[in-house]
Nanobody, 113 residues
Framework: QVQLVESGGGLVQPGGSLRLSCAASGFTFSFTAMSWYRQAQGKERELVASITSRGGIRNYADSVKGRFTISRDNAKNTVYLQMNSLKFEDTAIYYC??????WGQGTQVTVSS
């Protein structure tokens, strides 16, 4: 019953932007901290950003600070990742994750010229 469904990935040029969305259902989203992870080919999955249940505290990996913004809309049970100034090294599958809960299936982000 618990589901996280990511969307918004795709192919983008270096310097471009994408906005990822994660639609949640089957649990009390508004009580749950959420995170975005990514996994590049041949590398381990890494934490990109996290946000507390009410959105008051946000944390980012050093590699994305100043470029990515995590946000949430509890009325819509959705968490977002705004990605700006994208680099080749941002290419990865991006996953949404609920604290102490499930992963989404992931959405591919490819940064290429």
């Amino acid at each position: 019953q618990v589901q996280l469904v990511e969307s918004g990935g795709g192919l983008v040029q270096p310097g471009g932007s994408l906005r990822l969305s994660c639609a949640a259902s089957g649990f009390t989203f508004s009580f749950t901290a959420m995170s975005w992870y990514r996994q590049a080919q041949g590398k381990e999955r890494e934490l990109v950003a996290s946000i507390t249940s009410r959105g008051g505290i946000r944390n980012y990996a050093d590699s994305v600070k100043g470029r990515f913004t995590i946000s949430r809309d509890n009325a819509k049970n959705t968490v977002y990742l705004q990605m700006n100034s994208l680099k080749f090294e941002d290419t990865a599958i991006y996953y949404c994750k609920a604290a102490n809960g499930p992963w989404g299936q992931g959405t591919q982000v490819t940064v290429s010229s």
